[in-house]
């Protein structure tokens, strides 16, 4: 067996991955395809869910480094070189899709990148370590954002360091996560899960309750900065929670083929939005529905893809970069099949 392939995938990560993706879509589409279609459902799902996704993919890069790191301790190459190796063809595809992505689309992928760099330093630390880097991180987040005026413009270098903790906060949570072996493990944590879900669903009832308030002159960049962790968290929980039961596995089993396609579907959602932007331009459609159409197309080319391959196309690129050398990527058995026929 190809040791670079030994490994067990962790399908929890795939179906959140795949979650994440439903929503960046569902926020981008709007952006791109709002002027062109007026959907008022559309506009109140983007104001509710607007930087609440991204915060998921981060959570879930960071354990994906963790995991990385992990399993190249088995290598002799050196695990460090192949993890700058692998954030670098990141930025270089980060670069790729800011250059045809359209306008009113943020990239992570060169984000990933550079914060990647940062979190080398931790890899040596142990979990607790990293947990109060993580609670440390978090807090400043808030407190920055907490600092802005509540009226006028907000200082824009509090406003970079209050985002700039909040994403390495994230994707030191999940290299921390990692650590534990949260998602290893992730059906004996139900009530765990559970407790979490309601101590997120307290904070965000008690932050919109404050909003508005005369007694709390709170600015709204404290507001958002809560409302991004609190309805990251909670959307987290709720998809933790229900795939504990083998039922709603299979019934969402098409996310987890989404998820485990994550970095070419993410590239792919911006190449067509570009096509459906000059579609709609001739033929207004309904942006709701085109985001419906646009995952409907990805996730029936996941599931057919991944029937026949290992992984998606731009992961097998991103592991060839990696390791600098071939990887199999056809599956043995539809491979034996083609032979013999």
Known sequence: ??????????????????????????????????????????GSLYSIFDRKFYPILFLLFGCGCYLFMNRSKQKENNRYLLFLRRIFFLFVLGLIHIFYAPPGINDVLMFYAVLGLFIVIFFKKNKWTNLIVTITLIAISIVTALCQPYIGERIAWLELLSNISKWFALMMLGFTMGQFQFFENIYGKLKYISIFFIVNICT?????????????????????MLEDYSVA????????????????????????????????????????LIVFNIIIGFTPINSLIVCFIIHAILITFSIVW??????????????????????????RSVRNNLESV
């Not at 009832?205 to 709390?216: D, I, W």
């Not at 968290?233 to 929670?241: H, K, N, P, Q």
């Open 1 to 42: 067996m190809n040791k670079i392939n030994s490994y067990t995938r962790i399908d929890i990560m795939d179906y959140l991955r795949g979650f994440a993706l439903l929503g960046v879509l569902l926020v981008n589409s709007y952006q791109v395809l709002g002027n062109f279609s007026n959907s008022e459902l559309h």
């Open 204 to 224: 965000y009832v008690f932050s919109f309750n404050l909003r508005g308030s005369e007694l709390f002159n709170i600015p709204p960049s404290g507001f958002e």
């Open 233 to 272: 968290f909670m959307m987290t929980s709720i998809l933790l929670i229900i795939l504990q039961w083998d039922k709603a596995k299979m019934i969402l089993t098409p996310l987890k083929f989404y998820g485990q396609m994550s970095l070419t579907n993410y590239l792919a959602q911006s190449a067509l």
């Open 306 to 331: 991944l029937r026949y391959f290992k992984m998606g196309p731009v992961e097998w690129l991103l592991r060839y970069f990696t390791y600098w050398s071939k990887i199999p990527n056809r599956k």
